[in-house]
């Protein structure tokens, strides 16, 4: 049968059989290897992705159920060169140390954030809680998270130069006045 999905924004389709879980479509049929495999029976969270806005774990979906839909995986994070500013801030808090839970974790962090964009410490905890994470750096984990939120929060600072045009703009429309 084919697949039809559209998969970190781009309409995507392929042949699958009916017993394929999603995780092996987008690693084996897509090639997107970010999403990692685990434990194979929902447990771990390694291959968490976003499932119509819900994090899901790939290894226990059905594929075929899946016909229509809209998968986000680790891969749309980054914007280009740049990446997401809860990758950044997972690395500036030491949250990734072998990193193979890694991109579940964020699909996780993500979907959530998305429902609840001010989490106290212990939403977050629950929030993380069917992720596995064997280097035990849970603590880092809900460190980044907490400083993608107060760094996402900061009140943006205009650069100097941007400051100095506007001055500069006035000055001349003042003059002109
Ligand atoms: S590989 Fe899917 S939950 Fe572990
Ligand atoms: S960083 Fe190694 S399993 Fe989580």
Redesign the pocket.
Known sequence: MILHLTVNGKNVETQISPEQTLLSVIRGNLKMTGTKIGCMVGECGACTVILNGKAVKSCVVNAAQCEGMEVRTVEGLANGEELHPLQQAFIDHNA???????SGFLMTAVAFLEQNPNPSRDEIKKAISGNL???T?YIQIEEAIEGYIAERDKPKEVPDNETKENAAEETVEAAAS
């Open positions: 990734v140390q072998c990193g193979y839970c890694t994470c064997r280097c750096g």
